[in-house]
């Protein structure tokens, strides 16, 4: 047993909600290279890490922290080193038809059986707390909903576990942005499950901004379900933590359902960033649009696989993913993967991958209408992740998480 999963079952034993579930993931164990979904992600260094569980009392916010949080628009809900924080949440009149909770949803129709789930099935055997979010029938929420998780320095490093669960009924609609920052310098490893199940009709539009603190890990899994003629648009800006990881899965199930998800991975320093998509057509007439980019400098390194099946019988299925990728020094390190797998009849599908430099002729445009050279090299990488925006179609939205991109980008150095 890794030092890892050892700590986590010493640390969960006697809170976890089920010690059997808890037992069962920990006998899993570790992928390890030779893992299909794991090969270009090495879980050596975090296997030799010990985490404690959060501790029952809230931690302290200090007055910066404090100031950051209430810029962030209401209805806001915060929640800190695992923990809801009511005091930095404004939940008062909430609009009609959206409704919040902080207990965990425990769905046993969802299980992990496969070894490289590991995080999502430590996360399913020992969560206590996250988000539950239900909008009504026919509910159109015209106000933003901000979920927000802060990450503070504690006396040890943490394991911190939220699972989330996100429903909209038929023909209803929901705005909601998530934003994951650090107070201090920390090493927790923050490990989140989030459900999201769309009805009818319904139009779930979700950007969320990782910014976690540089020696960080941070895990997600997505599994979201659609049905007939439901939309789900989504951001993730990938741009914190040392290590992170995220899976989405999303199940086309109801005609006309269609799923639109863009991303920016940006990875610096010695940072590892991992996206894997799963896109499973299965009703007809369903469509997916995958709008993905890479940015790797330093040692830095990005690794994304795009992964769309047309099962049998979803006929008329459009899919199209996007990768495109800048290798901006010599030392980092980017793998993509596309995979489209067909086996209906009349789909249109594309799918594409690239990695790269910066176009020398886009640089020599701007060079010889006199833009100095450092100066060029930021505008083209501004641009190149700044289409990734588009996917949320909201002046408002798009303004909301922006300045989070534009401040790490400027802290993205070309060399190569």
């Given at each position: 047993m890794t030092t890892l999963l050892e700590s986590i079952q010493t640390a969960f034993a006697d809170i976890a909600p089920s010690k059997a579930a808890l037992d069962q993931a920990i006998a899993t164990g570790l992928p390890d290279p030779r893992?299909?979904?794991?090969?270009?992600?090495?879980?050596?260094?975090?296997?030799?890490?010990?985490?404690?569980?959060?501790p029952a009392t809230l931690a302290t916010l200090d007055d910066?922290?404090?100031?950051?949080?209430?810029?962030?628009p209401a209805?806001?809900?915060?929640?800190?080193?695992?923990?809801?924080?009511?005091?930095?949440?404004?939940?008062?009149?909430?609009?009609?038809?959206?409704?919040?909770?902080t207990d965990v949803y425990f769905d046993k129709g969802i299980h992990f059986d496969n070894p490289h789930e590991i995080f999502a099935k430590l996360n399913a055997a020992v969560a206590s707390q996250g988000l539950r979010i239900n909008i009504e029938k026919n509910a159109a929420i015209d106000t933003c909903l901000h979920a927000v998780f802060v990450s503070v320095k504690a006396g040890q490093d943490l394991a911190i576990h939220f699972r989330h669960k996100i429903v909209l009924g038929e023909n209803a609609k929901l705005n909601l942005v998530e934003h994951h920052v650090s107070q201090d310098p920390q090493q927790h490893l923050v490990n989140h499950?989030?459900?999201?199940?769309?009805?009818?009709?319904?139009?779930?539009?979700?950007?969320?901004?990782?910014?976690?603190?540089?020696?960080?890990?941070?895990?997600?899994?997505?599994?979201?379900?659609?049905?007939?003629k439901a939309s789900y648009h989504r951001l993730d800006l990938e741009l914190g933590a040392h290590l992170s990881r995220h899976d989405l899965q999303v199940n086309l199930?109801?005609?006309?359902?269609?799923?639109?998800?863009?991303?920016?991975?940006?990875?610096?320093?010695?940072?590892?960033?991992d996206t894997r998509l799963d896109i499973?057509?299965?009703?007809?007439?369903?469509?997916?649009?995958?709008?993905?980019?890479?940015?790797?400098?330093?040692?830095?390194?990005?690794?994304?696989?795009?992964?769309i099946l047309i099962e049998k019988g979803a006929d008329g299925a459009a899919a199209h993913l996007s990768n495109k990728n800048l290798l901006l020094s010599d030392n980092a390190e980017i793998d993509t993967q596309p995979v489209l797998v067909i086996h209906a009849d009349e789909v249109t599908?594309?799918?594409?991958?690239?990695?790269?430099?910066?176009?020398?002729?886009?640089?020599?445009?701007?060079?010889?209408?006199?833009?100095?050279?450092?100066?060029?090299?930021?505008?083209?990488?501004?641009?190149?992740?700044?289409?990734?925006?588009?996917?949320?179609?909201?002046?408002?939205?798009?303004?909301?998480?922006?300045?989070?991109?534009?401040?790490?980008?400027?802290?993205i150095e070309v060399t190569a």
């Open positions: 893992s299909e979904q794991w090969k270009y992600t090495s879980l050596r260094a975090l296997s030799a890490r010990r985490f404690a569980a959060p910066a922290t404090i100031q950051t949080v209430s810029a962030i209805p806001r809900i915060v929640f800190v080193n695992g923990i809801f924080d009511a005091a930095n949440s404004t939940l008062s009149n909430l609009p009609d038809g959206l409704s919040i909770k499950l989030c459900e999201v199940s769309l009805a009818a009709g319904a139009e779930l539009t979700h950007a969320r901004i990782q910014q976690d603190d540089i020696g960080a890990s941070h895990f997600l899994r997505t599994e979201a379900s659609l049905l007939d199930l109801g005609d006309g359902a269609t799923v639109n998800a863009n991303g920016s991975l940006i990875a610096g320093g010695r940072r590892h960033v499973r057509h299965i009703a007809k007439n369903t469509s997916c649009n995958l709008f993905w980019r890479g940015l790797a400098t330093e040692r830095g390194r990005a690794v994304f696989h795009g992964g599908a594309s799918h594409g991958a690239t990695v790269g430099r910066l176009d020398a002729g886009h640089l020599f445009y701007l060079r010889a209408r006199g833009i100095p050279e450092t100066q060029a090299k930021a505008m083209l990488t501004h641009a190149f992740c700044k289409e990734t925006l588009k996917v949320l179609a909201s002046d408002e939205l798009i303004d909301i998480v922006s300045p989070h991109l534009e401040k790490m980008l400027q802290t």
